[in-house]
């Protein structure tokens, strides 16, 4: 099947006489005859659903969807993106450890990356993306265990390279973790380009109309960790939380996912509800014709405000003058995504009248679903930012973050346009 077939018919496969729809379990718990067949489920010596924390149904037929989207052996939801980004790291990571990720990346991730997860022992090194590959290998140290990377960062809409860090992460042993949130597996699959693991912030495009926070794993299944077991002990030594299960021998290549489930989902909880499950399926099954959508526009407002005088810089991998241009050409050939960013000239101040001008577009701490939104950075999403991890990031004080949505591009350009006037 093509994806965009795919995005209809995989995961939840109704049987004769079966709801068409994918039915809600909105149940917490699951019943059993007999004591002992609870007991399998407890020491995954079976497979089946007993308390909804760890697993349910419905969540599961949206996982496997997204998991045959985007090419990979297994994956899970999570309540958000931000528990997705945390249990990708956390499953290969544990206090004293050591990964890499790009310094730009979304701002909650530069947070928990940073901050949240120093404090759990675990040292997070962001690079510069646009070093050269000998000059990120020095980074690495005998404990790093991953590499992580937005496919499009959020806000600075810049493309990843994928060959580059998918180089450097395998010749040092350690898998490449890859936020795929604003291409969706539409526009890029990060397996395709050598990357292990995938995340993503369901609450973006795939949800699409801004009703449900969520998030999802997915793996790949090419990752060897018995080849460097000794890196991975979590993964490849026995459990003692679970009688010595070791994930490797009794999972294969369904061992990471397996473990984040059991381990981190049983003891942290970050589960998402089956009703928002339910309607990220619904999101998922329109995905392809939005995205199309989303890019058509975005390329569209970005020409329109790089022949504008009043615009100081446009960002976008669309335009054929931006920087990102011949990367998103080699990764994102359809697309890029329906977000750019930037800026208006007469700095902060010309930026804040111009966004209080809008009508059609509204101010919201959120980005990629239905509706034109946008918002400014320096003093939203990132205030939490120094000015210095701002300019770390890539993120001018100016800069503002576009969402285009999936109205006519006439009036979104036309909404703007009566906004510069203002300034
Ligand atoms: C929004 C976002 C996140 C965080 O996701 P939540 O669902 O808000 O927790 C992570 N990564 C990227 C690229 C995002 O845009």
Same mark, same amino acid.
Not at 16 to 19: F, L, P, S, T, V
């Given at each position: 099947m093509k994806i965009d077939t795919k995005l209809l018919h995989e995961g939840y496969k109704p049987q004769?006489?079966?709801?068409r729809q994918l039915p809600i379990y909105q149940s917490t718990t699951f019943a059993y005859d007999t004591s002992d067949e609870m007991g399998k489920l407890f020491d995954l010596e079976s497979s089946g659903y007993f308390y909804?924390?760890?697993?349910n149904p419905t969540n599961d037929k949206v996982a496997e969807k997204i998991c045959a989207l985007e090419g990979g052996v297994a994956a899970m939801l999570t309540s958000s993106g931000q528990a997705a980004n945390f249990y990708a790291i956390f499953n290969i990571c544990e206090a004293g450890d050591h990964f890499i990720a790009s310094s730009s990346i979304y701002g909650g991730t530069y947070n928990l990356f940073g901050v949240t997860m120093k404090k759990m022992g675990i040292e997070c090194t962001f690079v510069?993306?646009?070093?050269p590959e000998e000059e990120l290998a020095?980074?690495?140290?005998?404990?790093t265990k991953a590499v992580f990377g937005e496919? &499009?960062?959020?806000?600075?809409v810049t493309v990843f390279d994928f060959e580059k860090f998918a180089n450097l992460a395998h010749s040092h042993g350690v898998p490449l973790i890859v936020d795929n949130t604003f291409a969706t597996p539409v526009n890029c699959r990060p397996f395709e380009w050598g990357a292990d693991i995938v995340t993503h912030s369901t609450t973006k495009y795939m949800d699409g109309q801004g009703v449900g926070v969520g998030g999802c794993i997915v793996d790949s299944?090419?990752?060897?960790?018995t080849k460097y077991a000794d890196k991975f002990p979590g993964l490849t030594t026995p459990d003692e939380s679970y009688h010595g299960i070791t994930y490797t021998e009794k999972f294969g290549k369904g061992a990471y996912i397996t473990k984040a489930t059991s381990q981190l989902m049983r003891d942290f909880g970050s589960i998402q509800s089956p009703q928002n499950a339910f309607y990220l399926n619904l999101g998922l099954e329109t995905l392809h014709l939005r995205v199309k959508r989303h890019c058509d526009n975005a390329l569209a407002v970005a020409e329109f405000l790089n022949s504008?005088?009043? &615009?100081a810089w446009v960002h976008y991998a669309?335009?054929?003058?931006?920087?990102?241009y011949d990367m998103a050409q080699k990764y994102l050939p359809n697309g890029t995504c329906g977000v750019l960013c930037f800026a208006v000239k007469g700095g902060r101040e010309a930026s804040i009248r111009f966004m209080d001008s809008l009508k059609l577009a509204s101010i919201a701490t959120?980005?990629?679903?239905?509706k034109t939104c946008l918002l400014h950075p320096a003093s939203h999403?990132?205030?939490?930012?120094s000015e210095e991890q701002l300019i770390e990031a890539g993120i001018s004080p100016d800069l503002i973050r576009f969402s285009c949505g999936i109205e006519d591009a006439d009036d979104i350009i036309d909404d703007i346009r009566q906004a510069l006037d203002k300034i």
């Open positions: 004769k006489g079966e709801a909804t924390r760890l697993q510069d993306q646009t070093l020095k980074y690495f140290k005998p404990n496919t &499009i960062t959020n806000p600075t299944g090419n990752f060897d960790w504008n005088d009043k &615009i669309g335009l054929k003058t931006d920087k990102y959120h980005v990629a679903d239905a999403t990132h205030r939490q930012l």
